[in-house]
Every structure is written in C-alpha cells, then in structure tokens.
C-alpha cells in the first residue's frame, strides 16, 4: 500500500519535535450496499475509502491526524503538522521498520466482488420475498445485503510494520407488519467475518421468514407493564446487556480517566459468582473477531469477569500508558480516519449452572425478552438502556402472550450482582457498536440469563 | 489539494467513451479539527482532511452510483465502469432524474465561519476546562472540555449543464461535568455552537450545576404523568421520529402519515417547519442533494400535515413536486431524503409557567437510548430518562432511572403547551432539528 521507506520518513518526521511514540495507520477498502424494498433491488452502491492517520503520543498527550492525500508530500504536511501540534523541542532519531507477518485466523473463500453482485442480488432477493409471503399482512419488507474488504497497514516508531486483510459480510431484513391502524415490525441481521460462503450456514428464507414472525408477533401483542420484575434475557443478541450494562465500563477509554463505575475495582466481586464473562477476538470468523487489533496487536481472548470477580479491563496503547496495564488487543476504529481506542470484540456471559427449564419455570411473574434490541450506557454512573425486540410475559413458570413496546433500565453494577440464574445455551448475536472511535462490528452473547428485578419500561 | 477540475474532466471522459449520456457528479472535500482537554490540560488534539466524490449515472432506465476517496485519473474511469455495472442490478422502476437546475436558488442566512487556528481552539479547550473545574470543588476526573471546527465544501456538475457550488462551516464546544458529593458521582454536559470564549465559558455553570442537580436523585412509582420535555431532549425525539415526514417512507409504508396531507396529525398548539435559512443553523445550502433550490415549508401547521418531504423521484411518484429535501448523509450514500433545519415552532410558556401549568409531573432534561428504543416504522417508543419532578408547580427533586413510552404520533397529539426558548442541535451534515420543551399528558412512565 505505502513504501516501507517512506515510512520510516514519515515516521521520522511525526517524531523530529519531541514526539515518544509516532505510528502510520494506511487504509484501503472497498465496501458494497445492495437495497431490497418494495418487492425489488432498489439501489446498489459501493465506495472505496483510501487514506492515512498518523498519531503521536508525549506521554499521555495525544495528537492525531487524517488526510485522503496519500502523496509522500501530502504524508510528509500530515506528519509536519503533527509535529508541530505535539511538540515543540528537535528531536532526531532512527526508525527501522522490520515486517511481522500475523497468521490470518479467519480464512475466507467468496470475496464479494463485482462479478458477484447478481448472485449476492439473489440471495437478498430470496429472504425478502420469504419474508413477504409469510403471511398477508406483511406490507414492506426492507432488506440489505453488505459487504467490506478491508485492508490496513500499522507502521510505528517501535519497528512494527504490518498489513491485515479483513472480510465481513452481513445481510439485515426488516419486515413491517400491519393491520391497517398500526404497524410493527421485526428483523434479523446476522453477519461474519467471512465472504458469501456465509449463505452456506445462513439460508435468506429462513431468516426473511423470522423478520416476518417477529413482526406478526408483535403486531397481535399487547403493550407491555410497566414495572420492576424480574425478566428472563434469551442467548444470542441477549448479550447485548453484558456489553452495555458491563463491558463499556471495561474499556480504558473510560476507566483510564476515571470515568467508569469498575475504575479501581480489578480483583474485587463485581457480579454474581455465576458470571464469568470474557472479551474473544480470536473467534475464527465471528463478526467482532479481528486477526490484528488497529494497533498491530495480535488478537485475544480476555477473561473480564471470573466467577464474579473482575479480572481483567480491554486496554489500548493510550489506556495502557494511563493506567500502568499492558494492552490486551482490543484497538480498534471504523477507518482511517478515527484516533483508535479500546473497544469490544466478541463479548460474552460464559454457560452457566442452571437449566434453561429451570429459569423459565422459576419466575411467577416477569418478563421473557426472547429477542433484545440496542442499547446505551453512561460508564460513570453505569445507567443503560435496552430495548426488547420481542418479548412475552411469564405466568406461572410459563412463557404465555406476546408484549411489545418494552425496554430495560438499570444500572451496570446491580444488574450485574442480579444475574442471579445463568443458562446453558451460550450463542452471540451481531451488532455494530458506537462510541469515539467510530461504529466497529461487535458480537454479543450468552446463555439465557435471569435477572432476579429490573425496571421494564412499557405502558 | 484535491484538483476537482481534473477528476470532472476525466469522468466525463469516461462516461462518454461508455455511451452514458446522463450523469451527475457529487464531489465533498471536509477539514475538521478538535482539542480536547482532561485534567487540567490538553490531553488530545486531532484534526483531518477527507475528501470523495460520487458518480452516478442512468443507464437502461435505472440510477447507478459508485464513489471513492482515491482521487486518481484512473480511479474516475473505474468509477464510471463500477456505477454502471450497479445499475444492471437495480430492479426499482421509479423515474430517476438528473436535474438541470432551478430557476432560482435561496440566500443563506448563515455568515461565514472562520476556521480557527489550533492554538485557539487547543487555548479556549483548556480555558472551558479550567473554567468547569472552577466552578465547584465537587467537579472531578472524567470532566472532559472540547472545542471543535468543521467546513465542508459540496459540489454538483451534471450532464444536464448544472454546476452548483456550496461551503459551510461551523465551530462549536462540549463540555462533560463530573462532580463527586458525599461519594455519590454524576455528570451532565452543555454545548453550544460558537468557539468564543463568550459562548464556550457559560457552558461551565450549566454543566456543573446540571451535574449537582442530579445528586441524591430518586425514584418514582410507574404510572402515568403529564411530562414537561426538554427543549433538547424534544429536538431528539424528533430528529429519531423525522423519517415519517419523508414521502418515501409514507410511499413505502413506513409511515403512518401517508395520504394525512390536510387532515389533523398533531395538537393545535404544534407547528412544526422546515426552514433551511434559520439563522441559528450555521450549516446553510442553497440547494439540496440532487441541486434542487431548498426553501422553507411548514410541515405541520396548527396541528394539520401540509405536506411530506420529497426527492424528485418520490415527489414524481406522489405527483407533486420535490420540495427540495433530497440528502446524502456522505458523498457515498444514495440520495434519501431528509429536512434541513427542522423546528417545532415556540409558543407562549416560559419554563416556569410550563411548570405551573402542569402543576405536578416531570420534567425530563435527559432522554437516553433513542437509537434503538425509538421505531419509526411503527412511532413507538420507551427509551430511558431522567429529570426532575415537578412538585407544587415548581422544579422538585431529581428523579433518576424511569422510562417514558409511547407513540410519537400519539405524543404530537397529547401536547397541550409549547415553551418560549428554542433549543437547537448540533448539525449533523446539512441537518438540524430544533425545538422548545412542551407539556404533554398522560405520558406511561416505568420507575420503581
């Protein structure tokens, strides 16, 4: 992508006013859209982002600049620029980039390209039209089928020099159902990190099919009380509580600068003694999954919590400087563009003691959230919010009516300490994650949970 | 420097050596920079050039788009070839255009924004930092202070003779408050547009003092209450409920004001317009993603839906016309549509008389998790809160953890007052929503 020897100049410039560390981050990819609504492939499009962000740190001082210009002389403005924003002493210096090659832990086979639109085309078109003919008052069906090849080169004033290639594929349909007042929906969005041999395991119809009888399903359902109860979280997107409720107040982004409510709590009980949640990059082609982080760190697998006990934060090269920890690989940025930061992989709540049977049949009154939508949290005060896809009350230790309208409340640390029944059936569910870096691709997941109260939001 | 003149004339080229005779290009060159400080000093400081073009094309009847950031010759006529290659798949049969331009274009409001040097912006970070830290001993780690710039220049040349030319930009700052008393931590945050020490220095006491309110917080019993919503928070719920004024969603379903023109879709007390020369919004065009001449229009007036918002192919297809709505949220995206400036309009009530009014309730000055908790498709929402209550027609404690819910055609309607001060967001690309706190009633709320 970028000579190795302009580089190490580039480098040498970021570093000539005092900088400590100086890193390259290169950047081309090429991401496609294809569009289904209205019975049809509405739209196709697709964009190749090329550019460069050079970052410099003195001490925890960071400064962090991108240009599209990929010229040696617009590299070598980019780099002068960020000299002159660091530091201000004259510094010289030697870089000599030594390549390390990472072994590429997520193989993949059909790389999505141009000569694959129509195919690709079919396969949107397969689920949608499921979707629609599950049953007639199916009014829209929306449905995208995406994909990003993504190819990045890591040069730092360490020595490192080296280059990632990542491909995910992910198709999302949304069905809108109605019965000529009101309308409600349901989708699905499973995604890999692979190419379109991902249809091979996930076929359209089936999953146009569930868009469609969430929809169904919510459309025939009551609004959901309002209340504290307890609720029962399904496996799968489920996860999406540990990632908020938890794993944001794991990151060093916020517990580097004291901002979180787990700041300073390594090695004390945090959560039940039936949670054991950890952090996995390293999951061979799982969407949150990553060979290298956007520092050049090799992927890992991070226990967070064991048996209730933190144990570990997910920390990049700045929050590793702040806090005094080595990094964990978990640097990661939407593009070139954004100063990298810690952020999650594939997180997840490990298979617990309890029978699923059990869970169900132990709650008299309380919620069932089969399907779990998104969420947020503020870290400090640990406060989230999720929404409930699709959920059914729970009479008796029986699953009985569909509700809709329902969100969870509540703050990390309690919800935490009330998972107080952990499943048996771990599975993740796929999301994009927001925060300052940029919207990165993440994995939730766990077994179905218990949560003993929460606060449901509903009417 | 990214030579436009030279990337045009190579697509050109390439679109006529491929027999396209209808095209349009869409070229965005952006430059943004941002301090930040923490502690008691600048921690951060970034800044970036981006730029990408977009090319699309109508070939066989059907729009083809394809668009880079690699600003090569070679690139443009890979770009043509790619859009092209797009179109062939597309099975949609709305009309699509290329517009040879309107008669006339409005005239922006906005001045012109200066970009600021780094040293102003790094200097004014750590003056608002300084500022915050100083209003009150409880202010603590995790107090954050940005100041930020952003200008963008959008440019349209297409086949039919039209080259418009556009730049906006603004300056702006945030700041977080972390404030510690008798162990128990909030934070809350201000912004405002404008990188001034005269605009940014106010911010400090509103965010601490926010921050402070929020101590001892309680909860509330789940019931029904009249709410008193927040000027900001308002402007959120509805740039997340904006899509149901799109003619593209009513056409498709989506939402549930299709064929509502002329009928009753809000409380009486409820304007709400679209008006891209506000001149609180710094972020101004004179024309919009497919160079059609943006104007202001009420959306709702006195409570009656006057219109959607139109593209030209949607607008074709509901037979009217584009009302000058037609967006691209990058260069890359495909044309949607979306409002520019997009405002409840204020009525009567100061704050307090909001609170008199309403007697007893809650006031809600934070609304969290609108991204997932709010479906447009079906105007549902239950998103988390929190706020004050409001006790004996004044500002009472604060309340913590409850959600509101419901659905936000049912809310226009359940509006009986509308607040004085219009609050405004910070633009996102040629978008802003604005809009003054209103009373509504009978809003289920979930606590305890």
């Known amino acids: 992508m970028l000579n190795k020897h302009l580089l190490e100049r580039v480098l040498l410039r970021t570093m000539a006013s005092g900088a400590d560390f100086a890193e390259i981050f290169a950047e081309r990819s090429h991401s496609s859209a294809i569009n289904y609504i209205d019975s049809k492939i509405e739209s196709i499009y697709d964009n190749t982002i090329s550019g460069v962000g050079i970052r410099a740190f003195l001490g925890v001082r960071t400064v962090y600049a991108s240009t599209t210009d990929i010229s040696e002389d617009g590299l070598m403005l980019c780099a002068a620029s960020v000299a002159e924003a660091i530091g201000d002493s004259s510094v010289k210096s030697n870089i000599l980039l030594c390549e390390r090659i990472f072994p590429n832990i997520h193989p993949v086979r059909i790389v999505p390209s141009a000569a694959l639109t129509g195919f690709a085309a079919e396969l949107l078109r397969a689920g949608c039209v499921a979707a629609a003919e599950y049953d007639k008052r199916i009014i829209q069906v929306q449905g995208s089928l995406t994909s990003k090849d993504r190819n990045i080169l890591i040069a730092n004033s360490e020595g490192l020099y080296t280059t990632d290639r990542s491909v995910r594929t992910r198709i999302v349909i949304s069905a809108i159902a109605s019965d000529g007042t009101e309308n409600q929906s349901g989708s699905t969005s499973p995604g890999r990190l692979m190419g379109l041999e991902f249809f091979e395991e996930h076929i359209p119809e089936e999953l146009g099919r569930m868009a469609a009888a969430q929809a169904i399903t919510n459309l025939e359902a009551d609004y959901c009380r309002a209340g504290r109860m307890p609720v029962a979280i399904e496996s799968g997107f489920g996860g999406v509580i540990f990632h908020e409720a938890c794993g944001h107040s794991l990151e060093a982004t916020s517990v580097a600068i004291g901002a979180s409510q787990m700041a300073g709590k390594l090695g004390q009980k945090i959560a039940n003694k039936k949670v054991t949640a950890v952090d996995d990059g390293t999951i061979p082609n799982a969407w949150g999954s990553i060979n290298i982080d956007d520092e050049g760190n090799p992927a890992c697998r991070n226990v967070l919590i064991e048996d209730g006990v933190l144990k570990s934060y997910m920390i990049d090269r700045l929050g590793s400087r702040r806090m005094g920890l080595p990094v964990t690989g978990n640097s990661r940025r939407q593009n070139y563009s954004y100063e990298p930061t810690s952020r999650m992989t594939n997180t997840f709540i490990l298979n617990g003691p309890d029978k699923n049977s059990d869970i169900i049949e132990s709650i008299e009154f309380g919620l069932y959230a089969k399907e779990m939508g998104g969420g947020s949290v503020n870290p400090l005060t640990g406060a989230f919010n999720f929404s409930v896809r699709e959920g059914y009350m729970i009479r008796g230790g029986k699953i009985c009516e569909a509700v809709r309208g329902a969100s969870l409340i509540g703050t990390g640390s309690q919800i935490l300490m009330d998972i107080d029944m952990v499943g048996q059936n771990l599975a993740c569910g796929q999301g994009m994650c927001g925060s300052r870096s940029g919207t990165i691709p993440t994995d939730v997941g766990q077994p179905l949970i218990r949560v003993s109260s929460i606060t449901v939001g509903g009417r | 420097m990214i030579d436009f003149e030279k990337l045009k004339d190579a697509l050109v080229k390439a679109a006529t050596a491929a027999g396209i005779e209808q095209y349009e290009i869409y070229f965005k060159t952006a430059r943004d920079a941002m301090a930040e400080a923490l502690g008691d000093e600048i921690s951060g400081f ?403």
């Open chain 2, 46 to 448: 970034s800044f970036g050039v981006s730029g990408g073009i977009c090319f699309r094309c109508i070939f066989g009847g059907r729009m083809g788009y394809a668009s880079t950031e690699l600003m090569t010759t070679d690139e443009m006529r890979e770009l043509v070839l790619r859009a092209v290659e797009n179109a062939k798949h597309i099975e949609s049969d709305d009309e699509v255009f290329i517009y040879p331009g309107s008669s006339e274009y409005g005239k922006k409001t906005a001045q012109p924004v200066e970009f600021p040097d780094a040293a102003l912006l790094k200097n004014n970070a750590l003056a608002l930092q300084q500022s915050t830290y100083a209003k009150s001993k409880s202010v603590t780690d995790g107090t954050q202070s940005r100041v930020f710039a952003y200008e963008t220049e959008t440019r349209i040349f297409n086949s039919k003779g039209l080259s418009l030319a556009n730049t906006a930009g603004m300056t702006g700052g945030f700041v977080r408050a972390v404030v510690k008393v008798d162990g128990e931590s909030a934070d809350d945050y201000d912004y405002a547009l404008g990188c001034g020490l005269d605009r940014l220095l106010p911010l400090s006491e509103r965010a601490v003092a926010g921050a402070r309110a929020k101590i001892g917080a309680v909860e509330i019993e789940s019931g029904k209450y009249d709410v008193i919503i927040d000027g900001r928070q308002m402007l959120n719920l509805l740039a997340a409920f904006s899509t149901v004024f799109s003619g593209k969603s009513a056409r498709l379903g989506l939402s549930l004001l299709a064929g509502k023109e002329g009928s009753e879709v809000a409380a009486p007390c409820i304007t709400i317009c679209d008006d891209p020369f506000d001149p609180n919004c710094p972020m101004q065009t004179t024309f919009d993603a497919e160079g059609v001449a943006v104007y202001t229009k009420n959306v709702v007036e006195k409570g009656v839906l006057k219109t959607l918002l139109y593209d030209l192919s949607n607008a074709k297809k509901a037979g009217t016309r584009s009302t000058g709505n037609a967006s691209k949220g990058s260069y890359a995206d495909a044309v949607d549509i979306s409002p520019l400036c997009l405002s409840i309009k204020p009525g009567a009530c100061s704050l307090e008389e909001l609170f008199q009014i309403a007697l007893g309730g809650l006031y809600v000055t934070e609304i969290k998790g609108l991204h997932a908790g709010a479906n447009y498709a079906t105007g549902d929402f239950s998103v988390e809160c929190a706020g004050f209550l409001v006790e004996d027609g004044q500002r009472g404690r604060p309340v913590k953890s409850f959600t509101i819910a419901g659905n936000f055609y049912g809310l226009l309607k359940s509006i009986t007052h509308v607040g004085s001060k219009v609050e405004y967001g910070i633009p996102s690309g040629y978008t802003v929503f604005a809009s003054p706190a209103v009373l509504a009633r009978n809003i289920s709320t979930a606590g305890k």
